[in-house]
């Protein structure tokens, strides 16, 4: 039962929706009154290297959603804008709040963050609560039988699967105490440029944002879920949920999610569903190993001896390499903000093994360009590709950027859709234009060194020195 004179601050975070709220229902259940806010960081934003900014601009979007939401159901939305270590202790003393409630972050600088606050509030006699909302399973609810956190996946999941029960998707039903919403008087939200930033193609990508967005998509996606084991891999074809950037700023409920994925009873849901595990998985490998963020999980692997090729780097980077499906990829990432999943795996094995450049670089600049940008699975799905990894692709398994191409694009579509140079060349050439003898060049248009560039390095070779790399550390290990 509420208390009939207490008063709470839920601060939302990556967790941009009114309804499935753990934080909110939790606030809404204990106080009679319960005012919200959201924090356009500071120290996130000033960091960030450009003005246009897609994620910024969806968050802004979904926030602007989520106020109307909120202010639908009688309550309102505290838009600020500053350091939210500083913010949200302020805005509790300034409404009298009793307690603070937020979900769960699992990144080492929110935590880092979050202690700051809860000892500010608690320096005012403001209790800092916090829930799990973000995952199914988190930290150690999920260990071994020896009581350790799992290292390999399969094993994972399977346990994941075994615990998994309705009462773990069961959503939180924040409608049933919307009364005790507090509304928010005042100027209401900053505009994007207020903020210091400017509008990009987000909308001429078609990427919704807020909770309508995630509806939007998900209906979408589930008429198509059964099929999505066969589709996945394609990137020319409709096949992924495109929710990731959705579950990354939580305008959707990962609960919602795995519960729509464990009753639909296909293939193709079971496969999404291993997906939804997967990051689960990977949440759960930071939160019990935080130095992943910087240094490989298996330790023996910060011995390897990367190149330092800022030539080959940037290549990869502006999609200038010579292999098409790496450089699509690339042209897809820098164009839009995402990348199939397929492709990302391609990239980042492309990258370190046949460029032989640190994982670090590459995660660093997904981390820059990706509108989905989440530390956990981007650093699993790294460390994943430069086996360096818990669970990783063994070291000798090295994609092959052209027999990738052949299988996962074999009309060349994906490719001509974002390397239109290329548009011209015979389906049996666009996986290795470079084979195209001069006249073939020059009767597609494509003339290599002119038109589109000569591979940076041979495959093979480049297989033969990642095979040396990681066999030293294997030997000295």
Known sequence: ????????????????????????????????????????DTEILDALPSRADRRVEFIWESVRELGESLRAAGGGLHVLHGRAREEIPRLAVRLGADAVYANHDYEPQAIA??????????????????RKDQVIFEKDE????SGTPFSVFTPYKNAWLARLAPFFVKPYPVEKYA????????????????????????????VPAGASGARALLADFSRRMAAYRERRDFPALKGPSYLSVHLRFGTTSIRELVARAS?????????WL????WRDFYFMILSNHPRVAERAFRPEYDAIRWDDRDDLYAAWCEARTGYPLVDAAMRQLNQTGYMHNRLRMVTAS??????????RRGEHYFAGQLNDFDLAANNGGWQWAASTGCDAQPYFRIFNPVTQSERFDAEGNFIRRYLPELERVPAKFIHAPWKMAPLEQQAAGCVIGRDYPAPVVDHGEARKRTL?????????E
Not at 113 to 130: K, M, N, S
């Open 142 to 145: 999920v260990l071994t039988q």
């Open 350 to 359: 492309f990258l370190t093994k046949d460029l032989g450049i640190d994982w």
């Open 263 to 271: 009753k639909a009873g296909s293939e193709g849901a079971a496969t």
């Open 1 to 40: 039962m509420a208390d009939s004179n207490s008063k709470a601050l839920v601060w939302f975070r990556r967790d941009l929706r009114a309804h499935d709220h753990a934080a909110l229902y939790a606030a809404l259940k204990a106080h009679s009154a319960v005012h919200c806010a959201f924090v356009f």
């Open 468 to 476: 040396e790399r990681y066999g030293k550390v294997r030997r000295t």
């Open 274 to 277: 291993s997906e939804l595990v």
């Open 113 to 130: 963050r979050d202690a700051g606050v809860g000892a500010a509030l608690q320096a005012q006699g403001i209790a800092f609560h916090t």
């Open 179 to 206: 009364a005790h919403l507090a509304p928010a008087p005042g100027a209401g939200a900053p505009s994007l440029e207020d903020l210091g930033f400017q509008r990009t193609n987000l909308s001429a990508l078609s």
